[in-house]
């Protein structure tokens, strides 16, 4: 089965942040009941890949303004098909930033978990992303900002405050100062 993986990794992940029961037997559930759940096709919701790449000194992440958000992220988007949700996030950090020297860091398991509402627009209806969320490490400091994103910026894990005050998004940078 296709899903096995994503099955795993999500089960790993349990057991690595055992206070995050809720959010891991949704994203079961959701894999196990939705057989297109890695497809844009799956209307109620599917299953995406972020990156929080971060500079080689692990002082500054790598958040985009979202050109359809409006908001600033970190990097990353839909699985298209791909069950491999550590590739997914590596393909979107690179083709979002231009950065190619990424390594993940500590290791490929995933540092977060989130489930996000994405408002309706003119091509979708209102869906979830079931989010998974590596940690990268760029080797490099200049990026290219793609279609994607209005602008790309290194932002102090200390000001990413300033920048964004998306729940999700201050949890996950909570977790990477565990890592630094």
Not at 54 to 72: F, G, I, P, R, T
Not at 120 to 140: A, G, P, Q
């Amino acid at each position: 089965m296709h899903r096995s993986h994503i099955l795993q990794v999500i089960m790993n992940y349990g057991c690595l942040y055992p206070t995050e029961k809720e959010i891991v037997r949704k994203f079961q559930q959701f894999i196990q009941t939705s057989p297109a759940c890695f497809e844009r096709s799956c209307e109620r919701g599917h299953i995406t890949g972020s990156a929080f790449v971060l500079s080689q000194d692990k002082s500054a992440v790598l958040l985009a303004l979202h050109a359809k958000l409006n908001k600033w992220l970190q990097l990353g988007g839909h699985a298209d098909g791909c069950p491999h949700v550590d590739e997914v996030a590596f393909r979107e950090a690179v083709e979002e930033s231009g950065l190619k020297k990424l390594r993940f860091y500590p290791n490929s398991a995933p540092i977060d978990l989130d489930i996000h509402e994405i408002p309706k627009n003119k091509l979708t209806k209102e869906h979830l992303h079931y989010d998974v969320r590596f940690l990268l490490i760029s080797e490099e400091k200049d990026f290219i900002c793609s279609d994607e994103s209005l602008s790309l910026k290194w932002v102090p894990l200390d000001a990413v405050h300033l920048y964004s005050q998306e729940p999700s998004l201050l949890k996950a940078i909570d977790k990477i100062r565990v890592f630094k």
